[in-house]
């Protein structure tokens, strides 16, 4: 597996954190090749095999916590999961090795850490969950101080390609009238720009310590799948984990399905 972005962020080195990008996997198609999506329309075989693919390149020391994304506000506690994880746009992790993730194709992933290196925690922010508050609740969840949390945006569709409605506008003003400067009107549509909207919340929640943001997944198709570009496509994975401690060493993943 090649091509995945590491965050430029001065987390603790307990943590570590890393987003996907569509190269590397095995998938054919629209979800060519690094699938990690099993909800979207591809060979289950092929996605079992990027899964297994990610866990060995980044030597991950255990399954990541894959959940059933819905633009919601739920934040799974993902120490606690044996099994399948349910509904949920958030995951969060006190205990070594525990791996949280979310999948993207346009919406905004956004990794935290503490300053301590004893919380991680990762969210899945399209406009929906933004609006309604997926960021608060995540950063509550960690149960630190606001101001001891450090976020990391991933790649996420860019102001110049995310075409919205007048209802996604008027959600974000009538609850922060100074949201209007994340949109730009151009003719008779508005464009946003979710990395500004994402950084405003978080400010007013007094997380300080807010990096990464500035791609654009709809505009680089060799690097990024992309949902509004492309409708059939695979789905990206930012996954954060704490690292046990030294001399441990990882579990290791599990043995690869066949297929």
């Known amino acids: ?7 430029d962020w001065p987390a603790p080195t307990t943590v570590r954190a890393v987003f996907t990008t569509r190269q590397g996997g095995v998938s054919k198609g629209p979800y060519a090749s690094m699938n990690l999506g099993d909800h979207v329309g591809d060979d289950p075989g092929a996605v079992a095999r990027n899964r297994y693919r990610l866990g060995e390149s980044l030597g991950l ?38 791996v ?22 990762a969210a899945h ?11 608060e609740t995540t950063v509550a969840a960690m149960s630190v101080s606001p101001d001891d949390v450090l976020a990391w ?53 007094g997380v300080r310590a807010v990096h990464g943001g500035g791609w654009c997944t709809f505009s680089e198709p060799e690097r990024f799948f992309s949902y509004r570009r492309d409708g059939i496509t695979g789905r990206m994975a930012a996954l954060i984990w704490l690292r046990a401690a030294p001399g441990q060493g990882a579990i290791g993943v599990a043995p690869l399905p066949d297929a």
């Open 100 to 121: 949280c993730a979310v999948m993207s194709a346009d919406c905004l992933p956004v990794l935290f850490c503490d300053r301590g290196g004893k919380r991680v925690a």
């Open 1 to 7: 597996m090649t091509g995945w972005i590491e965050p």
């Open 125 to 135: 922010a399209g406009w929906r969950g933004l609006s309604a508050g997926v960021l």
């Open 153 to 205: 945006m991933g790649p996420a569709i860019g102001p110049d390609a995310f075409e919205v409605g007048e209802d996604v506008v008027r959600a974000f003003v009538e609850d922060d009238a100074g949201c209007e400067t994340a949109f730009t009107r151009q003719g008779s549509r508005w464009m946003a720009d979710i990395y500004a909207l994402a950084r405003r919340r978080l400010r007013r929640l």
């Open 61 to 98: 020391p255990t399954r990541p916590v894959w959940l059933s994304q819905v633009h919601g506000t739920h934040v799974i506690d993902a120490d606690a999961v044996s099994g399948k994880p349910g509904e949920g746009d958030a995951a969060l992790a006190g205990a070594s090795d525990t």
